[in-house]
């Protein structure tokens, strides 16, 4: 193989018609024209050629294009571009039309790509301070013009990015700048920002994390402490990030939009899920809609500064299953995966987000090391120099030189007047700084202040001593410094996606009703287009469907337009997987002339396609009667029996509830030995499964039946459950599974409406403490019961019989004993409407629930013995007034 690539690169004679022509190929030719016309051309191997040049380019595009340095955290066109606004800066904007012309002198790829990183900077809100139109990330609407916009650093690009002192410089492209191999940055700025890039063969996504927190992480891992980052965007939303891996390949997050309920028969998205616009998600519920995946009418955009999408439901649509179709059908709900790389040492790496803020947090740490250590040399030469100059002038030495008349005679005259002083000094003198010394000038001589020289030394003395303490203490210094930068421009930048962990939502269960399920009995058809056949019930396209015949035989199949399922069917309906209350109940003929038996079971799982079988696959099995009970519901039947000889009981009743529930393939209980005229239905049933045991999962917020969280009870039809919320709001809702809660969850229970609740709530109208005693009422929507002021708060809500509440007092009335409240004696029991009772009129510092006291002989005040509550006649002191109780601090 190397001796063919050999033979293919070596050079060979040429025709003037192309390179590599043969000459044994045109002997004709030989000899002919001049000599001078024949060129001697190179045939290489294109394998070659393209294994060098290939690599060549992709080895630019990666270094030079589309991956971030891990030193900095930045692409080369965004370094490019933060140099050249540093260069022009003057603390005024800059048009974006100047700054990409003046970015153009080091970057070389034209200035749509400028212009283009500097928007997406821009929109990041860290680095640069914008004005102007500059597009609307949550819309996906562009910026203005170049000549239109402007830009200038901001100020914490300017403290954490820049100095030149510590910075590697190299040439530009065209060698008439230098630009900087990387920016100093003293900050996990590539973890802040994110970054996405492909290359040649290789991509980089790396998710954006959130400030505040990114510093934390950082003063953790200088302090050896065991940290974790996740990432947070500027769009918010809700995040999953059970399976982030770190920002490794191979890693999932799960990103969604914040979805509320306005009313019955509206929904709006507050913030949206990563990566996506307005314009992008309301396109995608759009087509949700067409496909019948959800049930709309119409859907309004009215964002601007912040979020709204509204969605109109149709009529009849529920709200919480509409949510969970818009997660599972629409970009209300995207996967995202990380791709941690960057550039490291020239070469790409792949690292985790936690490698790569240790990386950032060491090289902040180097760089705080190298300032100091040139502050100190900087430092040291100024106080030698002022040293020197302090010697030179106290000690006269200058006079020295005033019958020199050669420069080198000057020189030596200085040498010996310091000769006496070198070993007060730090390092050697040299003729620079003799020569320095000959520069001052006559005027500052005879002005000179030997009592300010001394300070200026003593200053320099101290800042050497502060300096030479950080470098000894330089993880503490770091800390310091991370902490600093927090205090100054942490505010503001708080975690807007909210991390959660998200249900699976099964797409069967929450897809809208879109088709209409119709069969033929007799010929054995199913299907959504028998639209002149018996109708069954709705449906969707993406339902699984059973179908039982009346030999006993049954399948699970797909909805389709029309399938022939075979003939004589029995029962047809949408069969949900893991159904364990629908319960069927069966009467069959076990073979021809065999016995009659009875069977309640539950159909859970199945293969798709296959046939199974109700009977025990006798030939001549039949149903006599089938029904299916979604509640496990067991009626009472009547049987006819044929007539013959010595029959003493031609009909009798049979309850289905006297069968136990038993797996599908039970062959079940002997009814009678006789042949059957006939089964009718005598009484219908009632469930033999009980109450449905419902729990409540905190982690997802939503109920279910599998055992995970909370347990709320066993349930019937008709239970509710009761939903407090933490700014003193209620409702009761059913027991659906597919029911969404509040975000902000103080209390989710069994209903029981002879409940006594007793609740302390702040009036901000009244500026008093209120306590109030009561029962929840039914009641589908939210019902506030402390006070509908935003600015009320709910302090404390308990359902113990005999509450007792400890107040203590403060502001000028601080030297009171504190009070003990007992809540039963003290108010009765009114409605959840009512304002309730004044707990003092005087200033108060604290509110505790104490342990309260079990005493069966406590007489609740009858409503007609209670005093009015003394807040609207009684006069507030002026501490009273203002009062903030978010500065409260509650010991329950």
């Not at 791709?339 to 070469?347: H, K, L, M, P, Q």
Request: include cysteine; charge should be neutral.
């Amino acid at each position: 193989m190397r001796e063919r690539d050999r033979r293919e690169n070596e050079p060979g004679p040429a025709s003037p018609g192309g390179a590599g022509a043969d000459e044994s190929r045109n002997p004709g030719r030989e000899g002919a024209g001049d000599s001078s016309s024949q060129t001697l051309q190179t045939v290489s191997s294109v394998a070659g050629l393209y294994r060098e040049w290939f690599l060549d380019y992709a080895s630019y595009v990666i270094l030079e294009r589309a991956v971030p340095d891990l030193t900095d955290g930045l692409k080369p066109v965004q370094r490019r571009i933060l140099h050249s606004m540093k260069r022009m800066d003057d603390g005024r904007y800059s048009k974006v039309a100047n700054i990409i012309g003046h970015t153009m002198q080091f970057h070389p790829h034209g200035d749509a790509s400028i212009g283009d990183a500097l928007v997406q900077l821009g929109q990041k809100e860290l680095l640069i301070d914008t004005q102007g139109n500059w597009g609307n990330s949550f819309t996906g609407d562009s910026a203005a013009a170049p000549r239109y916009i402007e830009a200038r650093l901001s100020k914490f690009a300017l403290e954490v990015l820049f100095n030149t002192k510590t910075t590697e410089w190299k040439p530009s492209y065209d060698g008439r700048n230098k630009e900087p191999v990387t920016l100093p940055v003293k900050f996990p700025l590539l973890l802040a920002m994110g970054v996405e890039g492909i290359a040649v063969g290789l991509a980089s996504r790396i998710l954006s994390h959130n400030f505040n927190e990114l510093i934390d992480a950082s003063v953790k891992h200088l302090q050896n402490k065991e940290f974790e980052i996740y990432p947070d965007f500027i769009s918010g939303g809700y995040i999953d990030v059970s399976r982030y891996n770190d920002g490794r390949r191979g890693g999932v997050i799960k990103s969604r939009a914040k979805i509320e309920k306005v009313d019955k028969k509206t929904l709006a998205v507050r913030e949206l899920p990563y990566g996506k616009t307005t314009g992008s998600l309301i396109e995608s519920i759009l087509k949700a809609n067409e496909k019948g995946k959800i049930k709309i009418k119409k859907v309004d955009d009215n964002t601007s500064g912040q979020v709204e999408v509204l969605i109109h439901l149709a009529s009849g649509s529920s709200p919480d299953k509409t949510i969970d179709a818009l997660y599972a059908f629409t970009d209300c709900e995207v996967s995202v995966s990380p791709n941690s790389c960057v550039i490291d040492g020239n070469r790409p790496s792949f690292m985790g987000v936690s490698d790569i803020l240790k990386s950032s947090a060491d090289n902040t740490v180097s760089l705080l090391r190298k300032e100091l250590e040139i502050r100190l040399g900087e430092l040291q030469e100024q106080w030698h120099f002022s040293s020197l100059e302090r010697l030179f002038i106290e000690k006269r030495i200058y006079r020295d030189i005033e019958e020199c008349e050669t420069w080198e005679a000057v020189i030596e005259a200085i040498e010996r007047g310091l000769d006496p002083y070198r070993k007060l000094f730090r390092r050697e003198i040299t003729t620079d700084d003799i020569v320095r010394l000959t520069e001052i000038k006559i005027k500052r001589i005879s002005k000179y202040d030997s009592g300010k020289a001394d300070q200026l030394i003593k200053g320099i003395e101290d800042e050497i001593k502060e300096v030479k303490n950080h470098l000894e203490n330089i993880i503490a210094y770091a800390v310091n410094y991370f902490r600093q930068i927090r205090k100054r421009y942490g505010k503001g930048r708080e975690r807007r996606s909210e991390i959660r962990s998200f249900d699976t939502i099964e797409a069967a269960k929450v897809v809208a009703s879109n088709a209409r399920l119709y069969v033929n009995r007799s010929e054995g058809f199913v299907g959504t287009s028998l639209r002149k056949d018996e109708f069954v019930c709705e449906c969707s396209d993406i339902d699984d469907i059973i179908v039982i015949r009346r030999d006993g035989t049954y399948m699970i199949t797909k909805v389709a337009d029309k399938i022939f399922a075979g003939k004589d069917i029995e029962y047809v309906n949408v069969f949900l997987r893991n159904d364990d209350r629908t319960i069927y109940n069966a009467i069959y003929q076990d073979g021809k002339g065999g016995p009659v038996m009875a069977k309640r079971f539950a159909i859970t799982g199945v293969t798709r396609e296959k046939e199974y079988n109700v009977t025990r696959g006798k030939p001549g099995s039949r149903l006599l009667w089938f029904t299916a009970n979604p509640n496990g519901e067991a009626e009472v039947v009547k049987i006819f029996i044929k007539p013959r000889p010595r029959l003493k009981k031609s009909v009798v009743d049979f309850d289905f509830s006297d069968l136990a529930i038993k797996g599908r393939s039970s062959k079940g209980n002997i009814v009678t030995k006789y042949a059957i005229h006939k089964v009718t239905l005598k009484e219908k049933g009632h469930s033999t499964l009980g109450g449905r045991k419902i729990w409540f999962d905190e982690t997802v917020g939503r109920l279910n039946d599998e055992g995970r969280g909370k347990y709320l009870g066993e349930f019937n039809g008709a239970d509710q459950i009761l939903v407090v919320t933490r700014d003193g709001w209620f409702r009761t809702t059913g027991f659906d599974l597919s029911g969404r809660f509040e975000d902000n969850l103080l209390l989710i229970d069994r209903f029981n409406p002879d409940a006594v609740f007793s609740a302390v709530y702040w009036d901000p109208e009244q500026e008093f403490y209120y306590v109030k005693r009561f029962s929840f009422e039914e009641s589908a929507n939210l019902e506030c019961f402390t006070h509908e002021n935003p600015d009320s708060k709910l302090i404390s809500l308990t359902e113990v019989e005999y509450p007792r509440l400890e107040i203590v007092f403060g502001g000028k009335h601080s030297k009171r004993d504190s009070e003990i409240v007992e809540v039963a004696e003290f108010i009765g029991v009114k409605s959840y409407r009512a304002k309730g009772k004044r707990l003092t009129n005087y200033v108060v510092e604290n509110i505790n629930e104490i342990e309260p006291v079990h005493r069966s002989e406590v007489r609740p005040v009858p409503e007609q013995e209670q005093q009015p509550p003394v807040g609207d006649e009684a006069e507030k002191s002026d501490d009273d007034k203002g009062y903030d109780p978010a500065q409260m601090k509650l010991g329950f």
